[in-house]
């Protein structure tokens, strides 16, 4: 029987945030046999600690819904007691994401699921920086939250419902 992954969910602040288990079985999803027996690290974190990762590692100086970390190859980081290997860590900015899901007329819940899942398969290489990626990218997410009953993030009317 193969692990299961492993999910790590630090939070600070008062929004709202979907649970562990919630988490997991969503990154699980995108992450399919490549989440067997591996860690992930969620950390939910506030706009301004979001505008300082974007700008750092992206030169973006705003806040964003999800960064994806990839742990680098040979490192050995794991959390204590868990014999599981590092996938990366996920930052995730709930007010972002709240905003977002408004704006958009989804459900909180939804979003979420959707930003995990986008963020998971980051970590795994997917890509959006080209059409044919962002495409192969939309069409597995799509895939993944229809799974759990989430409707396709991308329609048109925008607003996923």
Known sequence: MRAPLHVEVSRRGR????????IGAWAGAALGRRASGRELAVR??????SRRLNARYRGHDKPTNVLSFPVVAGAQRSLPGV??????????CSSVVRREARGQGKSIRAHW???????????IGYDHE????????????????????IANPYREDGNGH
């Open 15 to 22: 929004e709202w945030v979907p649970g562990t288990r919630e």
């Open 44 to 49: 939910v974190v506030g706009a301004r600690e």
């Open 83 to 92: 014999a599981a290997r590092p996938l990366g860590d996920l930052v995730i």
């Open 113 to 123: 699921a959707h930003l995990i899942v986008h963020g998971a398969l980051h970590l």
């Open 130 to 149: 080209e059409p044919r990626e962002a495409r192969r990218m939309e069409r597995r997410e799509v895939a993944i939250l229809r799974q759990f009953g």
